[in-house]
């Protein structure tokens, strides 16, 4: 295990490293001269312009810039913006915010929708099963921006039990209505992977062995058929984790959350190249730990499993 452990982190330092470089690469040549746009329309002072560029050291080649920046960024250097604040205060203002209402959004997904993908499969053929597909297919069908619109509409001005956007970003129960938009989507995924796993295990051998020895029912299904039938619903959760906290920036703008999506957009707009970077650095290392620790897990569920 600990062979594998440090195999697979030494396999993360060129996926870290090229991900980074073409993410800096992309930002610092498409949007344009990201200095020039702080002046907007006007003429800017080409000595002002000149001594911007070389405090933030956009006057170097492209290749040095990305050579300073990671030797900075391994030292908790983020760079700064364009206005001078450090870009590693903008994470961590944002990131606790992101950071809660992903965690909040996977907790949905994983208690009810592998809820509903076992109790369809268990039931399948029958009215809770053809419910559960129909259900899905509505949720996935439904673009995010249209379901928040939704929820709105019903929870906030119709019944009246929340605010239409979130005033206070670390107040958890604002953040309950954009959790449940946010992880409907992935919910969705998990109740049908769930169930379909859960009907392809259930006709196993092993399955019909439990179940001539006269083993719980309770057992049965908890021990033998739910731990195996979580493999492919686990390798789904662990890149998930990543996508809700990229894909929030829809979400988040919905409901006026503060959080990564938000600054992000915000960043984006202002052509904030340094700010974009680090937020994608973030989210690349959540990926790659996510990835990690997904691996681990199979050795747990299916203990057939050994990593050399």
Do not use: C
């Amino acid at each position: 295990m600990g062979r594998f452990v440090a195999r697979r982190l030494l396999q993360m330092i060129p996926v870290f490293l090229g991900t980074t470089a073409l993410i800096f690469f992309m930002v610092n040549v498409l949007p344009g001269d990201q200095v020039r746009a702080l002046w907007g329309d006007k003429q800017p002072d080409p000595a002002q312009l000149a001594s911007l560029k070389h405090k933030l050291g956009l006057d170097l080649p492209l290749w040095q810039q990305y050579l300073h920046y990671m030797g900075n960024l391994f030292t908790g250097n983020f760079g700064e913006t364009m206005a001078g604040r450090q870009v590693i205060d903008v994470i961590t203002e944002a990131l606790p915010v992101t950071i809660r209402l992903a965690l909040m959004a996977f907790a949905i997904e994983i208690v009810f929708g592998v809820g509903i993908g076992l109790l369809s499969g268990l039931k399948r053929g029958k009215f809770a099963d053809k419910s559960t597909l129909v259900f899905t297919l509505i949720l996935i069908s439904i673009p995010v921006p249209v379901l928040g619109y939704l929820f709105q509409t019903l929870f906030a001005d119709q019944l009246k039990w929340v605010t239409p956007t979130v005033q206070d970003s670390m107040n958890l129960s604002q953040l309950l209505l954009p959790a449940v938009v946010l992880g409907s989507l992935s919910l969705a995924y998990v109740a049908r992977l769930s169930r379909t796993s859960i009907v392809e295990n259930i006709r196993a051998d092993y399955i019909r062995t439990a179940t001539a020895k006269g083993l719980p029912r309770r057992r049965i299904i908890g021990t033998h058929l739910l731990r195996n039938s979580m493999i492919p619903v686990v390798t789904f959760l662990g890149t998930d984790l990543g996508a809700l906290m990229g894909g929030a920036i829809v979400t988040e703008g919905i409901f006026n959350v503060k959080g990564v999506g938000n600054a992000l957009f915000r960043a984006i707009n202002q052509k904030e190249g340094a700010t974009v970077v680090g937020f994608v650095v973030v989210l690349v290392i959540v990926y790659l730990v996510a990835s990690l620790i997904v691996d681990l897990l199979y050795a747990v569920l299916d203990p057939r499993i050994r990593y050399a």
